[in-house]
């Protein structure tokens, strides 16, 4: 059985191959493409050629948004598509782009089953006063307005691949308590108790929560009507102000690359990468509170995985919630590594973030289902 999963962001995709080894699932192939116009299908095409994937047995397809009726992995068909398209609007940059590829993958792959998964089902059981904005409840309910959260594939993978690490030791399948972190150009943290989602950083859209490469996060929304009076902006333009001219970038006024601000002597650059650490190390004491306590935080995602200063300041002072790194482990990092010190009471892990797997994981067991039926 081969599997092809198709991960599309708002600017790139990546294509990876697995095939069924038994009880396990082996990488076969894998490529990232920058989406600058080229097809979908000659893509796929190309990458089929090119590793020699002959027979395709279904495909996965990560969307972003499933709102609130889309809460689980599902086959695609008109309706699950019919969906996918109607939430376009919450999701711009992302579920159209999906789509586009869902229907280039049928025209490739005619007959082959297609599986969408969902990056906000992770978040779907999200307790009620966690999902829950405090605006009028029949505005609300007109328009589906509620915390959706988003990166659930990247904090689902980072989950498992800790309880992977676990296996074995004293702790049983119970009382896990995992704060991780998705920490990119987007970047998302996610409080989860026994495999299950108790509240995250993003809400209704991915603007939502921590300090971003380009991406404001949470402000006050008075500041937005201020700025609508006062620079008579339109909503198109503060969507792009927020979404593409905030964060690092806009505190810097230089970059939203982390690693070209810290190594910049400029003051507005050490005050973007300290406001940054000092957004995350808030949500991470918040998240301590609504879990009531933690056995690990988890660093994924590009930052998180490769830029040991930013976790090192992000962690700074926080020894007495039991929260302590070690400095050579930290910086020595290659890979999934634990890089807390012997006396920190909760573990500190890096791990890489791997989307596709997830995808074939969710792919297999819904044609599996299928086929009990």
Sequence with gaps: ???????????????VAFVRNGDTLKELAGVRHDLSGREPRIMLKEF???HGLKEISVVAHRVVHGGATLIASRRLDQEVEREIEHLAPLAPLHNPVALH???????????????????????????EPAR?????????????LRRY??????????????????????????????????????????????????????????????????RSGDIDPGLITFLQRQENLVPEQVDQLLNQRSGLLGVSGISGDMHELLKSDDERARLAVDSYCYRVR????????????????????????????????????????????????????????????????????????????????????????????
């Design 132 to 144: 829950t904005y405090a605006i009028p409840h029949a505005l609300a309910e007109r328009h589906g």
């Design 101 to 127: 590829w869902i229907r280039s993958a049928r025209e490739v792959l005619a007959g082959v089953a297609q599986v969408a998964v969902f990056d906000t089902a992770f978040f779907a059981a999200l307790p």
């Design 282 to 373: 808030k949500y991470i004491g918040a998240y301590l509170a609504v879990l009531g306590g933690a056995e690990a935080i988890v660093f994924g995602g590009g930052v998180g995985e490769n830029v040991p200063a930013v976790r090192e300041k992000i962690l700074a002072g926080m020894q007495w919630c039991g929260v302590e790194i070690d400095p050579e482990k930290n910086f020595g990092s290659n890979g999934t590594s634990l890089i807390s010190s012997q006396t920190s009471r909760v573990e500190v892990w890096v791990i890489p973030v791997n989307e596709a797997i997830i995808l074939a994981r969710e792919a297999d067991v819904v044609m599996a289902e299928e086929n009990k039926n």
């Design 1 to 15: 059985m081969t599997i092809l999963t198709i991960n599309t962001g708002s600017s790139s995709v990546r294509l």
């Design 149 to 214: 959260g988003f990166h659930g594939l990247a904090h689902q993978a980072m989950w498992r691949s800790w309880r992977e690490s676990q296996s074995g030791g004293p702790r049983g399948e119970r009382g896990s308590r995992v704060i991780s972190m998705q920490l990119g150009a987007g970047c998302s943290i996610t409080a989860v108790e026994d495999g299950l989602a108790r509240d995250t950083s993003m809400g209704f859209s991915p603007l939502e929560g921590l300090m971003m490469a380009t």
């Design 48 to 50: 089929m050629q090119t």
